[in-house]
C-alpha cells in the first residue's frame, strides 16, 4: 500500500515525468542510487524531478562500458552530432520501458536516422547493472526501430561516480527507497549538443516527433534539417516549463504576412508581363496590316 501511495503521489506532484519503478529483490540501497532511506512519500516527491540546468555541460571525460563491455568515455558519442540522452535502468519493470517504448515510436515517425543525422545514448543509472544487460535492450529495441541504427543507438552501464557525474549535470533526481525496494525516478529525454552542452528537456513518456525533430535541429545549430524546419523553428518555440514547442502566433503572422506579400508580387509580375506580351502580340499585328 505504501508504494502504491509513493508511486501515486510522485506522479500527482510531478505532473507525469517522474514516476515510480519497482525493482524486486533489491532490498538494499545501489551504489550511486541517489538519496538514501526515503521515509515517506513526500520525501520522494521532494527528491524526484529534472532541475533544468539549459547550457549546461555533461562530463565528456566520464567512463562507462559499451554493450561490448569496452570502455568508452561519454565524449566518443560527440563533437558531430546532436545527441539524445535517456537516463533509465535496464532492470526497470516500468517506467524505463515506457520511456525507451515513447523515444522508439517518435523514432520511427521521423525520417533522421539515429546515426545519420544524432546519436542516441542510452545510460543505466543503476552502478550493478552491465553490458550483458545493455546488449540485451540494443537487440530489442534495434528490432523495435526497424532501422540500420547498430553504430548510432548506444546503451551503456558504468561505475556509481560516472553515474553520479552525469545525472548531476542534467539535473536528474532519482532515490532509493529500501523499505520497499523500488527506485522512483524522473522520465523524459535530454537533447544535447554536439560539444555536450544541454540544449532541450522533453517530458514524460511520450515525445511528440515534431517536437524531437525541432529540437536536433536546434542542437545541430541548423547543420541538419531542411528549409522547412527553420521556417518551423521561427513559428515554433521550445517552452522550458512545459518541455514542448509552442506556437508564436505574431511570428505565424509575419510569415503569413510575408508569404501574401510574395505571392501578390509574383501576381502582378505574372500580370505585367501578360499585358506586355498582348500589346507586342498586337503590335505585331498591326505592323502586319
Known sequence: MRA??????????????????????????PAGAGPQAASTPADVVKEVRFDQNLNGQVPLDAEFRDEEGRTVRLGAYFGRKPVVLALVYYDCPMLCTLVLNGLTRSLRAMSFTAGNEFEIVTVSFDAREGPALGAQKKKLYLEHYGRAAESGWHFLTGEAESIRRLTEAVGFRFIWDGETSQFAHASGLVVLTPEGKISKYFYGVEYAPRDLRLGLVEASAGKIGSATDRVLLFCYHYDPATGKYGLVIMNVIRVAGTGTAIGLALFITAMLRREKSRSWKLEIRNQKI
Request: proline share 8%.
Open 4 to 29: 502504491m501511495v509513493m508511486v501515486a503521489l510522485v506522479g500527482l506532484a510531478l505532473v507525469g515525468t517522474p514516476c515510480a519503478a519497482t525493482a524486486q529483490g533489491r532490498p538494499w540501497a
